[in-house]
């Protein structure tokens, strides 16, 4: 059974930076495409980044295109998001979620994530 333990959130003025980690336990990750989600409150969950697992291919929400980037960490079998140039509007809970996807695409599917962490809070706030 793979768990997922998000951490890295926490608060940060505009134009700042954070790097969330997602880290498994139970199996690898090497078979899982990885996503990251946000929900913001009041809102939907809503699809952020997500990596392959073959080749590390990697695709960004709109929104956030240009601020974030995903890698894969295989050593520590972890994901990193790594968001840069924060706004108000990145304020949410993020969680990262898994895909058994042996494949070199990845999609934003909450209904495709076959685990799903708990969560880590971010707060863009001045």
């Known amino acids: 059974q793979l768990q997922l333990v998000e951490s890295g959130g926490g608060l940060v003025e505009p134009g700042g930076s954070l790097r969330l980690s997602c880290a498994a336990s139970?199996?690898?990750?090497?078979?899982?495409?990885i996503g990251w989600f946000r929900q913001a409150p009041g809102k939907g969950r809503e699809g952020v980044s997500c990596i392959s697992s073959s080749d590390g291919s990697t695709y960004y929400a709109d929104s956030v295109k240009g601020r974030v980037s995903i890698t894969r960490d295989n050593t520590k079998n972890s994901v990193n998001l790594q968001m840069n140039n924060l706004k108000p509007e990145d304020t949410a809970v993020y969680y990262c979620a898994a895909e058994f996807r042996p494949s070199s695409t990845c999609v934003l599917s909450l209904s495709a994530m076959d685990y799903w962490g708990k969560g880590t809070l971010v707060t863009v706030s001045s």
């Open positions: 139970g199996s690898t990750l090497h078979y899982y495409a």
